[in-house]
């Protein structure tokens, strides 16, 4: 026994309804490359671009560690290097994805939760698994990020949430 509240799921035991029982809440911290980022905008150096992917890319060798960036981004994820100050940040296996490979973490994830693809096949897949799970009784499903009218002109990274957004920090 590992001290876990039980072998299934979380509300598998009570349904979603009466859901008492104890819930994993997870969130990715990385990178979530908005369509209009701020963290490009701030930037005095021009260290930080927007690949032919759609991503946000940091060039180490170029960044002065002003942190600029850091505080731009609404997301918290851009960080500093402790030695130096220079900013670092996931860059979605920017070398992978030059080679046509699918980025690292979508490929070894073993519960296929992290996808790489089309960004509108990305997104029609996840409005099904939303709908799938108000189905099944959790109305409090939704995809965070995806809308292209948010304030950053969305996410080329979303993420399906099972409580409000303010509950994942």
């Known amino acids: 026994f590992l001290g876990m509240p039980g072998a299934q799921p979380p509300g598998r035991g009570s349904g979603a309804q ?3 029982d104890f819930r994993w809440l997870m969130m990715s911290d990385v990178c979530k490359h908005c369509t209009h980022a701020a963290c490009l905008d701030v930037c005095p150096t021009g260290s930080l671009f927007r690949t032919e992917f759609g991503t946000v ?13 850091i505080s731009a981004c609404p997301y918290g994820v851009i960080d500093q290097r402790k030695g130096d100050g220079r900013a670092w940040k996931c860059t979605l296996c920017y070398d992978r994805l030059g080679a046509g490979m699918t980025p690292a973490c979508a490929q070894a994830c073993p519960t ?5 693809g089309p960004l509108e096949e990305l997104r029609e897949r996840a ?4 709908e799938t799970l108000h189905e099944r009784g959790v109305p409090e499903a939704r995809l965070y990020g995806e809308d292209p009218n948010d304030g950053v002109g969305g996410d080329a990274a979303f993420f399906l949430l099972l409580d409000e957004p303010e509950v994942y920090g």
């Open 112 to 116: 296929e939760s992290i996808q790489y």
């Open 18 to 20: 009466g859901r008492t």
């Open 127 to 130: 409005a099904a698994r939303v």
């Open 57 to 69: 890319v940091v060039q180490e060798d170029i960044c002065n560690g002003c942190g600029y960036c």
